[in-house]
């Protein structure tokens, strides 16, 4: 089970830090993504982290420099800390985890989902 929380309203420029927490003893294993939804679109890919961390990481072009996806393995929480935010990253944001450890930008790779936490970008 993973369980999403760190979003809210926040004004354009400002900064949200998304925690995904994992209640399983096997998240070490995982690797992580943080994907997002808006109203009428798909599922975007934001980011991954492989299981190990560190420079295994990748990002999509319109969060690049923007945002930062990390992980800690002894509190089974993946993060994503989201700066400079701006209107278009209005969305539900969900983490998953991926079994393989590596990582994917497909989210059809991904076993495990969160509920999903709201982030409002508005003045």
């Known amino acids: 089970q993973l369980i999403e929380s760190g979003g809210g309203l926040v004004q354009p420029g400002g900064s949200l830090r998304l925690s995904c927490v994992a209640s399983d003893y096997t998240f070490s294993n995982y690797a992580m993504g943080w994907f997002r939804q808006a109203p009428g679109k798909e599922r975007e890919f934001l980011a991954y982290i492989s299981w190990s961390g560190g420079r295994n990481v990748r990002y999509a072009p319109s969060v690049n420099g923007r945002f930062t996806i990390s992980r800690d393995n002894a509190k089974n929480t993946a993060y994503l800390q989201m700066d400079d935010l701006k209107r278009d990253d209005t969305a539900v944001y969900y983490c998953?985890?991926?079994?393989?450890?590596?990582?994917?930008?497909?989210?059809?790779?991904?076993?495990?989902w969160g509920q999903g936490t709201q982030v409002t970008v508005s003045s």
């Open positions: 998953g985890a991926e079994t393989s450890g590596l990582g994917s930008q497909n989210a059809r790779d991904y076993t495990y």
